[in-house]
């Protein structure tokens, strides 16, 4: 099992930033691949970015390019998310995902959760 704890979510106005941690404990060797993955209620749950835990290997959505950078940290087993130039519609609930599989981006290869963080952006 994997327990993975995000944390750093909050308010920001239009244009700020936003740093999200996710951390993961249990049995990380088992897993290969990182991600973001955000939610509005009632929407289906989007893909933000991926990283491999060597660092190696990222991905990111189409509406992050560019603004979102995804970081790892192997000796802490924590994985970031810078978030800049933040707009209204990246409001969402926030959460972190471990795959068993390397360089996966669909929820569905997904098998570690953790609860999510929320991040407000207000206009």
């Known amino acids: 099992q994997v327990q993975l704890v995000e944390s750093g979510g909050g308010l920001v106005q239009a244009g700020g930033s936003l740093r999200l941690s996710c951390t993961a404990s249990?049995?990380?060797?088992?897993?290969?691949?990182m991600g973001w993955f955000r939610q509005i209620p009632g929407k289906e749950r989007e893909f933000v970015a991926a990283i491999s835990w060597s660092g190696v290997w990222s991905y990111y959505g189409d509406s992050v390019k560019g603004r979102f950078t995804c970081s790892i940290n192997d000796a802490k087993n924590t994985m970031y998310l810078q978030m800049n130039s933040l707009k209204p519609e990246d409001t969402a609930v926030y959460s972190c995902?471990?795959?068993?599989?390397?360089?996966?981006?669909?929820?569905?290869?997904?098998?570690?959760w953790g609860q999510g963080t929320q991040v407000t952006v207000s206009s």
């Open positions: 995902a471990a795959s068993r599989s390397y360089g996966r981006t669909r929820e569905i290869d997904y098998v570690y």
């Open positions: 249990g049995r990380t060797g088992s897993t290969d691949t």
